[in-house]
Each structure stands twice: as C-alpha cells, then as structure tokens.
C-alpha cells in the first residue's frame, strides 16, 4: 500500500517538474500576402497541430483561427481591411502552454510588397532623405501633391510607431518620446509650409 | 644573497600578474531581445573591463553574426562610438526571426610592448531572440574559442558557468581563464590589484567553470600562445597572444512587479 503512494508522489513530482522547461514560442511575420505563424518549442521542435488564434488588440475579439500543420507552421491572408491596432497571433499548445506575437502595425503592409519578409524590420523605406539632398542642391522640387502626401503619411506614421506601441501596451508614453513625435510633426508642417510658399514663388 | 633573489624573483613575477587584464569586448543592451525590446545595441571595445581603462580599438578585421548555419558580416554597419574615453565602434542590430545569434569579433593585431607580443582577442557575445534558444551550444570553428557548456544567456547572478577552451577545434588542456567583471558604472574598489582579475584553469579537457556572482557582464578570455609570428612595430617577428573571450550578461533577481528594464 505504501509503495504505490509513494510512486505516485514521484511521478507526480517528476510531471510537474518537467511542464516549466516545456515553454512554447510564437513568431508571426508577413510574407507577401499572408501572414506565416511558426509555433516551436524551445528545443527547436514544432508545435505541430495546435490551435493558433487571431486577434484584433484594439478589440480584443478573436478574427480568426486556424491549426498548425506538422512543421508547426500556418499560412493565413492579411487581414484585410488592415488593423490598426496590428494582429496578436496566440498559440494554444494544451496543457497550459501559451504563447503570443503581437504583429505591429508597422510590421504589416496593406498592399504586399515583393520581399516583404525581408523588409519584416526594415519597416518603411526612406525616399525623404534624397528629397533632403535635392533640396540642398537648390535643384527644383519634383514632387506631385500625390508623392509629397505619401511621403508625410510615412513619416508621420514611422515617428508615431513608438507612441502606438506603447498605447498598445497600455503603458505611460515616455514623454521624451512624445515631444520627439511633437517635434516631428511640426517639422513636417514646416517643409510642407516652405514647400508651398516656393511653389507659389 | 637570500633576499636579492626574492626580491629578484619578485620582479620577474610582476610582469606576468594578470591584473589589468585585456579584454576584446562585445555588449549588448539586450543579448535576450524580447518583443518589447526588438532590436539590441551591439557596442565593441578594447578595455581592462573591471579598473575601466578603455585602449583604442581600431576598425576590426572582422564582425560577424552567426544564425542558423549561416555567417553575415556586420563590418559595415558599425559606427564610431567611445567607451571609457577611448576608439570604440556600434550598430543596432535587430533580429528579424526567433533564435540565437553569436557575434564575433576579430580585431587587428594589437601590439603591447609591455609583453613583447601582439594581443589577439577572438570575442564573442550570444543572443537570443524571441524565445528560442536551439543551438545556444554551437561552436563557430574560431581559430581559438570558448565553447559555452551552460547556456550564455538567460541566466542570474550567481550562476555557475562552463565553458570550454578551444584551439584551431581541440580542447586545450590546462588552458589559464581570465575573468572580469565589467564595472561599467566604476561602482566597486578592488581591495588589492590580485582582485581585478580572477583565474581558473581548465582541466585535461579544456573545460572550465566559473560562478559569477554579481548581476552584469562577464568575461572569460583564454589566452594561448599563438602558433604563428607576427612583426613588431620595428618589423621583428613576435610571438601571439591568441585570447578566445566570450561576454555573459547575468540578471539580477528581481521581485514581482518590479522590472529594471521597462
């Protein structure tokens, strides 16, 4: 009678010793239109056949589910409309293991572009820059109202990146942060002023 | 005649105190990047880490990341920075999937007239991202390496380390490790100049261990003589101290609700 008691205590001590060290990972990236999950353990082994849930953050109502395939990999469109919140992919590996990624929106195009994978952290590209130095040429401004729209949209939007980020964490802003976005705005209002008054000139 | 030798074997012993050790350094600001802190800064230096005396680290010959198998140079990315007043070099690095990244860096030759040689340190520091740690053991194939037995990142201060000592792929036998925390702030005294630097060797495998027991950033440089010369500054040919070093990053404990970092 004593024996199998103390059995069982071992096993079970054995069991629960064991379920910590197995931690699950999620990761999510975009990969042309799609959004490719990839769910391991940290051994590197898939989670193969698990639930994978998707998330709209600003809602926290779930858009979408699916299961892992047996290289504990998912493929699934880009939300479309596009979230402004980003997308929380949340792994369900059973027993109590669970991970999350949050997709930023600044991890996410709307309109895929052809190596998206890659530009994953590159994040929007820079073509003000060499805006810059024509400007400092004294060369004329060839920019449409279309282009110039485009190019504040990405600025503006590169430089709040950091302030959703953290409204999306739901933490105090930094406020260097917020007068460093301040200060990027009214910036940006400044070129499009000066570009204006050389326009009409 | 009794004391003339001691104070002669005295002297001889001061050039070979290891305190104020040399260190090639790489330290990260977050060698386990998070999803709240997606990129790292990677900062490469020259120093006696522990005293804070910085020595001007030229453009290395080389700086690679290691991940998956596969070997990308960062050379380019780096930008002139200064640490303890001193030539030093940064990049941010953000790691685009989950998993572990080695650097490594092999600067220029380094010649120390102190000792008569030039100094090579093979350095090396390990990430991990987004929570996966496969292949945190990986040895790289340097031409001399610390290849990490315990896991060189996620760990606390007091932790035991062992690594093992590697030269051109073999164990080295008995190999002497340097070892130094890197007092970044100057915040400690070293009771004695013996205290800078602390010493462990390796056993008939190479294989070493070493608990540290402050939270921060230490170092263990190997140091081999080389099996090739290189010129000194007036073009003779000097012997080549190869140091294999490796950077570990320990937390402190930190209570519930209580977060240094964020």
């Given at each position: ?201 | ?117 030039s100094i090579i340190h093979y350095t090396k520091t390990v990430a991990c991202a987004f929570g996966s740690e496969e292949d945190w053991d990986r040895e790289l194939g340097l031409k001399t390496e610390i290849v990490p037995l315990s896991r060189p990142f996620g760990g606390y201060a007091g932790y035991s380390f062992t690594g093992q000592v590697k030269m051109n792929g073999q164990p080295v036998p008995g190999a002497e490790v340097e070892v130094e925390y890197y007092d970044r702030d100057k915040a400690y005294e070293a ?72």
């Open positions: 009678m004593i024996k199998p008691l103390w059995m069982t205590f071992l096993i079970l001590f054995l069991t629960a010793g064991s379920a910590p060290a197995h931690r699950v990972n999620v990761f999510a990236y975009q990969d042309g239109d799609a959004v490719e999950v990839e769910a391991s353990f940290p051994g590197g082994r898939p989670c193969v056949d698990c639930t994978v849930a998707f998330i709209d953050p600003a809602t926290s109502k779930q858009i979408r589910s699916g299961r892992t395939d047996a290289k504990g990999q998912l493929r699934v469109p880009v939300p479309a409309p596009p979230l402004p919140a980003g997308l929380e992919v949340v792994l369900e590996a059973g027993q109590g293991h669970r991970a999350s990624w949050v997709l930023l929106p600044e991890d996410m195009t709307p309109s895929a572009e052809p190596d998206s994978a890659a530009g994953l952290q590159a994040g929007v590209p820079e073509p003000e820059i060499k805006q810059v130095q024509t400007l400092d040429n004294g060369n004329s401004i060839t920019l449409d109202k279309g282009e110039l729209v485009t190019l504040i949209d990405q600025a503006v939007s590169r430089q709040l990146a950091p302030l959703k980020r953290m409204l999306l964490k739901e933490r105090e802003p930094d406020p260097r942060n917020i007068v460093g976005s301040i200060g990027y705005l009214v910036g940006i209002a400044g070129i499009v002023a000066w570009m204006r008054s050389r326009r009409k000139a | 005649m009794k004391k003339i030798l001691m104070t002669l074997a005295l002297l001889f012993c001061i050039p070979h105190s290891p305190a104020l050790a040399h260190f090639g350094m790489i330290i990260a600001d977050h060698p386990v990047v998070t999803q709240d802190s997606r990129e790292m800064q990677l900062t490469l230096s020259f120093s006696h880490p522990f005293a804070g005396h910085g020595m001007d680290l030229l453009k290395p010959r080389v700086f690679d990341v290691y991940f998956d198998g596969k070997t990308r140079s960062l050379l380019g990315d780096l930008e002139p920075a200064r640490v303890m007043d001193h030539q030093a070099w940064q990049t941010m690095f953000p790691p685009k999937r989950p998993g572990v990244y080695q650097f490594v860096m092999e600067p220029q030759p380094y010649w120390e007239p102190a000792e008569d040689l009771p004695s100049d013996v205290h800078v630097t602390y010493v462990v060797k390796a056993d008939p495998n190479g294989i070493f261990t070493f608990s540290c027991p402050r939270p921060g950033w230490w170092g263990f440089a190997a140091l081999n003589k080389g099996d090739f010369t290189l010129k000194d500054p007036q073009g003779n040919e000097k012997d080549v101290e190869l140091g294999a070093v490796l950077w570990i990053e320990l937390a402190p404990w930190t209570k519930n609700g209580d977060h240094p970092r964020e």
